[in-house]
């Protein structure tokens, strides 16, 4: 039984190390011995659990990139501003229990098509959850086309990368102050659209 643990246990400390290691000096800059190093496994243990590091990176995206959103949990019923905002604290919050990995998908998207295939799916999940929340939260039918903008303005509200931190006079994009204006002026187009039902 120990045995089983201590593989599931060092297994795990490479995509650990993996996960830093990437994000810190890219895929490419990542050697094989650095990661072992990190992970403090043997070189040939490495390749035990992963025939290539090309399978570290695919099991890292895998195992630990959540696609995963549930819009009924985040639907406030007739308030689509709080309904984006809830959604927007999950991804968010989701985010930063995993913003290691994060940088990993940011930095390799452009490059490896594996990756930005991952980073595509969780695009287009995140837009389905928001859609589908959206069109609950409203009190009556909305025009498609509004709503599929709406979530697709959202989506890319809060994954995108902030370029510069919040200074005195600049909000942060992910501020709740800035994320409740963006959802506000979201709903209000939304609400103009949609019809009694």
């Given at each position: ?27 490419d800059g990542t050697s094989t011995a650095r990661l072992a190093h990190a992970a403090g ?60 990995l994060r940088e990993v998908v940011w930095h390799e998207a452009h490059i490896r098509p ?7 799916r969780y695009r287009h999940a995140l837009h389905d959850a928001i859609e589908r929340a ?64």
């Amino acid at each position: 039984m120990a045995d089983d643990t201590d593989r599931v246990h060092a297994r795990s400390r490479i995509l650990d190390a993996a996960e830093v290691l990437f994000a810190r000096h890219g895929f490419d800059g990542t050697s094989t011995a650095r990661l072992a190093h990190a992970a403090g496994v043997p070189k040939g243990l490495l390749f035990y659990y992963f025939r290539t590091k090309q399978d570290i990176l695919t099991a890292l995206l895998a195992e630990r990139l959540s696609t995963a959103l549930d819009p009924e949990t985040l639907i406030a019923p007739g308030d689509p501003v709080q309904t984006l905002v809830n959604v927007a604290d999950r991804v968010l919050g989701d985010r930063a229990a995993s913003a290691v990995l994060r940088e990993v998908v940011w930095h390799e998207a452009h490059i490896r098509p594996e990756v930005r295939e991952v980073l595509t799916r969780y695009r287009h999940a995140l837009h389905d959850a928001i859609e589908r929340a959206l069109r609950a939260s409203l009190p009556g039918t909305v025009d498609v086309h509004a709503l599929r903008a709406a979530a697709a303005a959202w989506s890319a509200t809060i994954t995108a990368r902030p370029l510069e931190p919040a200074s005195a006079d600049r909000r942060h994009l992910h501020e709740a102050a800035s994320l409740r204006a963006i959802a506000r002026l979201l709903s209000v187009g939304l609400l103009s659209t949609t019809m009694a039902s």
